[in-house]
């Protein structure tokens, strides 16, 4: 059985506070690695290329390739469809070739080796929409079908590339959507439509989701966790069934610093997930379908953070930390947002949400990776079956352990959350009734909230319920473990069990009747991400040597704070057997040959 437990601090003196140690059974069940492990990423970036074949959402050549060799396009990957990129290179036919072509490299090598297109569709076409702007909602719905489908047939049915296409991005945020909630449907529903008349057509099924919220409950209103059916999410829901309209899979955004956002807890006593999946039952949808959060990153409300740059470490540590915990909701796929940062754009937006760097000062290409992307690379190393662990006891380090055909593959996350606080009492205010909400809102916005998590004011002098002061406590023991550990490294015991199946030796002891255990080498190899590096760091191995294993080995890691560790144990091969040279036969000479002077001569 494989377990994780705490170390008895108090019993020994050698002990540090905060000590782990875990337990691998590597005899015990296992599972195939679900696909939510998978690396997955937006290939957005940059948002601006002096090449206008190129497009302009797009991250650079460079970026993409490095991704494809190091990492592969096994996964599910979203790119951003710009119609209205798209049609302001009419006038220029070849051009506008050159454009759709780029794109349709990208999807045709992600698809060649059984990869997920996720295409965004969006962008209102200059001429087509309300107002002079992207984001504006179309005129003649009929004419915007008929564009978005000769897209569609030329991709899914012409060229039978593996493509999901998903109806507009973020459109509770008028950042990105200029309409209403109404228009949003209409919208959707002449995508639909175009997608109903090609598998008709064709007999081709074509998937088609939404609505791509920034957060699950959201709707264009502001919507609040509080009123989860007021989400544009269950609008879609209830109008694809009333109007017999395609509905394939359902993403939303999700960015956070909680590694426990998607367990949100509901008014309806379930988490998110659960209640999104009896809404499908509930309007005779499959109740099966995807769910996936399309973009997700690590995140504090700005568009520019040092966690993600010069301290990408905090960010590299807090994607299996997340990771683990979208497996534990029942969350089907995730796309991390995205490959490249974005700066030097039209819009002018700098956010430095990418894997990669870049300079865009310099006229030829000039960046690299971040220590966030050996994150992925890390994953892409992870075997193809993982253990069925127990939940781990520890609000602070999560591993994930695989099985490979020659050995193990294990990742460790020490990640702390900064903001642990107001995301735990986000994560659970819908547990609250109305009053107990309010109450609790008013004093996260006074003076006292900050004295009450230090312990500097007395709950028992605070007038809030029963379990609002339940809440608060454990809010502030979270505060005083987070900051703790933020400082501290964390020894972790790694003991693996049955590795190996016992082999003995041909020739057993028989005066003591024990066999003599046959140990195999095995190449030890650890890889780390931590404070010591940000940016272009090498995904080589910190520690590495041969261990002799049979049917236990132990291994003590020190996890830093804020950091991601990897462990490698691969059997080395037998060396192949020499076989001695067999004897030849001596020649015998016939009679009449002599031997003389080292020549033979036959008499005469």
Same mark, same amino acid.
Request: charged share 25%; proline share 6%.
């Given at each position: 059985m494989v377990s994780f437990q705490l170390s008895a601090f108090s019993c020994q003196l050698s002990a540090q506070e905060g000590d782990l140690e875990f337990n691998l059974d590597v005899s015990s069940s296992t599972m195939p690695l679900p696909k939510i492990f998978k690396p997955g990423i937006d290939l957005s970036g940059r948002g601006f290329h002096q090449d206008a074949g190129w497009p302009q959402g797009l991250a650079a050549r460079e970026a993409i390739g490095a991704w494809q060799k190091d990492i592969g396009f096994s996964g599910i990957y979203r790119l951003q469809y710009d119609l209205w990129d798209i049609n302001e290179l009419a006038k220029d036919k070849d051009l506008q070739d050159k454009l759709l072509g780029n794109y349709e490299t990208v999807i045709k090598n992600i698809t060649e080796v059984g990869g997920i297109v996720i295409l965004n569709i969006f962008g209102t076409p200059a001429g087509m929409g309300k107002v002079l702007d992207k984001k504006t909602v179309p005129v003649d719905l009929k004419v915007f079908k008929e564009l978005a *489908?000769?897209? /569609?047939?030329?991709? =899914?049915?012409?060229? *039978?590339?593996?493509? %999901?296409?998903?109806? %507009? @991005?973020?459109?509770?945020s008028d950042d990105f959507f200029l309409g209403r909630q109404q228009e949003y449907l209409d919208l959707y529903r002449a995508? &639909? #439509? &175009?997608? *109903? #008349?090609?598998? &008709? #057509?064709? *007999? /081709? +099924? /074509? $998937?088609?989701?939404? $609505? &791509?919220?920034? %957060? %699950? +409950?959201?709707? !264009?209103? =502001?919507? @609040? /966790?509080?009123?989860?059916?007021? @989400? !544009? !999410?269950?609008?879609?829901m209830k109008f694809c069934s009333q109007n017999k309209l395609p509905l394939n899979f359902i993403t939303w955004h999700a960015y956070s610093t909680d590694p426990k956002a998607d367990k949100e807890t509901t008014i309806y006593n379930k988490p998110a997930v659960d209640l999104i999946r009896n809404w499908l039952s509930y309007f005779n949808l499959e109740t099966h379908l995807p769910l996936i959060v399309d973009e997700w990153n690590y995140d504090r409300e700005a568009n520019v953070l040092p966690e993600r740059n010069e301290k990408s470490n905090i960010c590299a540590s807090y994607i299996p930390a997340r990771l683990k915990n979208m497996y534990e909701a029942g969350i089907d796929y995730q796309i991390f947002y995205s490959l490249e940062d974005f700066k030097n754009n039209k819009e002018g937006v700098v956010r430095n949400v990418g894997l990669f760097w870049f300079d865009s000062k310099e006229p030829d290409y000039k960046g690299g990776p971040k220590s966030i992307y050996n994150a992925f690379r890390m994953f892409a190393n992870l075997g193809k079956d993982m253990f069925t662990l127990p939940k781990v006891d520890d609000e602070f380090v999560h591993i994930i352990a695989t099985k490979t055909e020659d050995g193990l593959v294990i990742l460790i996350d020490n990640y702390i959350d900064p903001e642990i606080v107001r995301n735990y009492l986000s994560r659970n205010i819908a547990s609250l009734n109305d009053k107990e909400r309010k109450a609790l809102l008013k004093l996260m916005r006074s003076d006292k909230f900050a004295k009450i998590i230090v312990r500097r004011l007395n709950l028992s002098k605070i007038r809030v319920s029963k379990k609002t002061k339940s809440l608060l406590k454990k809010a502030q023991a979270l505060n005083e473990q987070a900051i703790k550990f933020m400082e501290v490294n964390r020894n972790l015991k790694l003991v693996i069990k049955n590795l190996n199946p016992v082999r003995n030796s041909e020739s057993p002891s028989l005066e003591s009747g024990i066999s003599n255990g046959v140990k195999d080498t095995y190449l030890y190899q650890r890889y780390a991400i931590d404070a010591a590096c940000s940016q272009n760091c090498e995904f080589t191995p910190v520690e590495e040597k041969e261990v002799a294993i049979s049917d236990l080995y132990q291994e003590t890691l020190i996890l830093k704070p804020y950091s991601l560790q990897m462990v490698i144990l691969k059997k080395k091969p037998a060396p192949p057997e020499i076989k001695a040279p067999e004897t030849e036969e001596p020649v015998v000479l016939p009679e009449e040959s002599v031997q003389s002077n080292g020549a033979t001569q036959n008499k005469e």
């Open positions: *489908k000769g897209y /569609i047939r030329t991709l =899914s049915c012409d060229k *039978k590339y593996n493509i %999901w296409y998903e109806v %507009w @991005s973020a459109p509770d995508v &639909a #439509e &175009a997608v *109903k #008349e090609l598998e &008709a #057509e064709t *007999k /081709i +099924f /074509i $998937p088609i989701g939404g $609505p &791509a919220v920034s %957060w %699950w +409950f959201k709707n !264009l209103d =502001s919507n @609040s /966790i509080a009123t989860p059916e007021k @989400s !544009l !999410l269950y609008e879609l």
